[in-house]
DNA sequence: GGAGGACATTGATTGAAATCAAGTGGGCGC
DNA sequence: GCGCCCACTTGATTTCAATCAATGTCCTCC
């Protein structure tokens, strides 16, 4: 758990800042938290927190990512979450941390400790209900996930999992999500794996065969490209159709 | 949608008061919910309400029990949440249902137009601290279910649906926990698949063979007892110590 | 009391993904 | 440049759960 402290960047200039859990605070508000936090980054493959383990902080992620994992008794691992740069860490009010957190790439995050940041929610109505907000949007992520999982094929999953990094990469590009587009995977086929419920070999298969269909190219192991979004959601098993109101 | 209007019951009497989100909630409080509270009753097998559906209202289950479920174009289906008294419905800030409502059991729901309980959420921080709480818990809950979903087998998947039932049921009834009990399945083999990610044949079969070997007893298809807690525990391939801070 | 239907069990077979087992290929250190 | 390691691919086989197909068992309603 060996760290470096960063320089603490003004949070005027966090490129989060309007999509963290702080999204919602005014100015003063803003120089509270800024009293309180501090930088930390890890190593792509070091270990955040384990499991059970105390933890006194909780933190925004500014860049890179880090994966939420649980594990079975005899080591079967299943990825429950995915922490991207304006994900928050940590629960209020639970001192120990209820997952495996593992860096993937570098990660810097943005720290509070639990005890002030605990109390800034008690009086700072705007750091509650923006974390509500993202809470929920959590919950619904993880509830697809458990369809994902319950229900698809391995196919399936492959391809909602690239469709879900493509547009998410798109997003912070800032591009319109144009027809074809490219990303490079952030993820090692066996967290692919974890996180699909799946084995790194069916991950390696199915991603071979839309390569073999032309659904997908590949540039080396981890650089997609991809011709025909709609092919390519054609292949996740969701409703085509956006789902607005009548 | 037909429904019945029933008689408003006072908050101070309400079975669920303690655990729903009104729990933190001070009298003076109470008192400007009970204004914009009204109760609902569904039949057992009534949607509640389809996904993409306008819904108007948020509301605290109060008796009976509904399952959240989400499908898949060509009809799979995945459960991705049971919602049991106290637990609450809707989100604010969200004019549509995310998902499919539906009631499994005869189910009465204390409702609040979506609009004055928004406006309540931003007056009364007891009520969104409560939600927010309640939230984390759901989230937590969901990714315990991602990690059943993607890694477990069938005979464990089994064995902890009976876990959660049977320890929801012990708390209850406000039994302590013995190493034997018993209780209701309140759910049909369906949707005990469509909850586990499973087929009904393979749910009956998983259950007759804990049956065979003695973890489990039946009386009727839906009364199970458990002669042995821990027996059934270690069916679950989850960790069997708590979990306790080193 | 019997017909009909919903819910459940059980059996036979198939099939998708896991497992077991070699390889391949590229990057890195020496 | 060589070898090694790691991430990944591919192949052969097994296995667990899905699928297809009968029954069985209540329960309700005439």
């Given at each position: 758990?060996q760290d470096?402290e ?8 966090c490129p989060?800042r309007?999509r963290?859990v702080?999204?919602?605070c ?7 938290l800024?009293?309180?936090k501090?930088?930390r980054?890890?190593e792509a493959?070091?270990?955040i927190?384990?499991t059970g383990?105390?933890?006194?902080f909780v933190?925004?992620v500014v ?11 005899d080591g ?5 979450g995915l922490?991207?740069?304006?994900d928050?860490m940590g629960?209020p009010?639970r001192?120990?941390a ?5 860096a993937?790439?570098?990660?810097t ?6 005890r002030?940041?605990?109390e800034?929610m008690?009086?700072?109505?705007h750091i509650?209900?923006r ?5 929920l949007?959590e919950?619904?992520?993880a509830?697809?996930?458990m369809?994902?999982l319950?229900?698809k ?8 999992l690239?469709t879900?990094i493509?547009r998410?990469d798109?997003?912070?590009?800032l591009?319109?999500?144009?027809n074809?587009?490219?990303f490079d995977?952030?993820l090692?086929r ?10 790194l070999?069916?991950?390696?298969r199915?991603?071979s065969?839309?390569?073999r269909e032309?659904?997908?190219?590949l ?6 490209s991809?011709p025909?979004?709609d ?5 996740t098993?969701?409703?085509?159709d ?5």
């Amino acid at each position: 758990m060996q760290d470096i402290e960063l320089t603490t960047v003004d949070c005027a200039d966090c490129p989060i800042r309007h999509r963290a859990v702080c999204a919602r605070c005014e100015t003063d508000e803003l120089e509270l938290l800024e009293e309180i936090k501090y930088y930390r980054t890890f190593e792509a493959g070091q270990t955040i927190a384990w499991t059970g383990d105390r933890l006194d902080f909780v933190a925004t992620v500014v860049n890179g990512i880090a994966t939420l994992s649980q594990t079975l008794e005899d080591g079967r691992t299943q990825m429950v979450g995915l922490l991207l740069p304006s994900d928050f860490m940590g629960r209020p009010g639970r001192e120990m941390a209820s997952y495996d957190v593992t860096a993937t790439t570098e990660v810097t995050m943005c720290c509070f400790r639990r005890r002030p940041f605990e109390e800034l929610m008690r009086t700072t109505p705007h750091i509650a209900q923006r974390l509500l907000e993202m809470t929920l949007d959590e919950l619904d992520a993880a509830r697809e996930w458990m369809l994902l999982l319950g229900r698809k094929t391995a196919r399936e999953k492959i391809a909602s999992l690239l469709t879900i990094i493509a547009r998410r990469d798109a997003s912070l590009k800032l591009d319109k999500v144009e027809n074809s587009l490219e990303f490079d995977l952030p993820l090692t086929r066996e967290a692919m794996a974890d996180y699909l419920g799946l084995t790194l070999e069916t991950v390696s298969r199915q991603v071979s065969a839309l390569k073999r269909e032309g659904v997908i190219e590949l540039a080396g192991k981890r650089h997609i490209s991809v011709p025909d979004f709609d092919r390519l959601l054609l292949e996740t098993g969701d409703d085509t159709d956006g789902g607005l109101p009548v």
